[in-house]
């Protein structure tokens, strides 16, 4: 099955620190990966995503992400992080269907920024 | 906000009561998802939509009912309903079916069942 699996229910770091998020995929194919971060009862919102070309991508907020086939991993990085990055962080995966794609969602991440 | 738009944010109802979430989306799309966040748990795929035609149903009770009248707009009939079925219901659109781009959510309905 394609899946997208995180490893880490929660990690915590000090603010002003670099922090990494964890994600592995499971797909046959190219992947379409992404990455979205979800603030207390609101929605998903996008942060990046990678579908070729360059193995490290750049998106919202100052994050990043980099792409390692040979590790089949897909983590969530930033320089340093702020107490206002705290919140929970999806990684998910496009999976081919017959007639439509969908995204399928790791369990999720939550990061703790602290002072 | 992001272009998808969910009513109402909150919504409390009774076993017996019949309610609809709506969903609005005016980003010219033509796919529309309705996702399950229950705590604790990966979120749940529940229907999807292209082009207003239902392609995905995955094995949702039919106490859940979606309708999908244009490609703008989403709703997810509620009737009859289990206090496990509390939790937050999230729509989403993508561009097309393809899901290129990924998606664009709403900021989801909380809903208790009592």
């Known amino acids: 099955a394609q899946s997208v699996a995180q490893p880490e229910d929660q990690v915590n770091v000090a603010e002003g620190n670099p922090l990494t998020v964890k994600c592995t995929y499971s797909?046959?194919?190219?992947?379409?990966l992404f990455w979205y971060v979800q603030y207390p009862n609101r929605g998903l919102q996008f942060l990046l995503k990678?579908?070729?070309?360059?193995?490290l991508v750049k998106g919202s907020y100052g994050f990043e992400a980099e792409f390692n086939k040979s590790q089949t991993s897909f983590h969530l990085k930033k320089p340093s992080a702020l107490v206002s990055d705290s919140a929970l962080y999806f990684c998910?995966?496009?999976?081919?269907?017959?007639?439509?794609?969908?995204?399928?969602f790791g369990t999720g991440t939550r990061l703790q920024v602290t002072l | 906000e992001t272009g998808v738009t969910q009513t109402p944010r909150h919504l409390v109802m009774g076993m017996t009561n019949k309610k609809s979430l709506k969903c609005e989306q005016h980003l010219g799309h033509n796919a529309m998802y309705w996702y399950k966040q229950s705590a604790k748990k990966p979120l749940e795929l529940m229907f999807v939509y292209s082009l207003e035609e239902r392609v995905e149903n995955n094995s949702v009770p039919s106490r859940f009912s979606p309708e999908c009248p244009n490609s703008s707009h989403l709703f997810l009939h509620l009737h009859t309903l289990q206090p496990e079925d509390s939790a937050l219901y999230l729509c989403?659109?993508?561009?097309?079916?393809?899901?290129?781009?990924?998606?664009?959510f709403g900021s989801g309905t909380r809903l208790t069942v009592v």
């Open positions: 797909v046959s194919g190219n992947p379409y």
């Open positions: 989403a659109s993508s561009q097309d079916a393809r899901v290129v781009r990924g998606y664009t």
């Open positions: 998910a995966v496009r999976v081919l269907t017959g007639t439509a794609s969908k995204l399928t």
């Open positions: 990678y579908i070729t070309g360059d193995n």
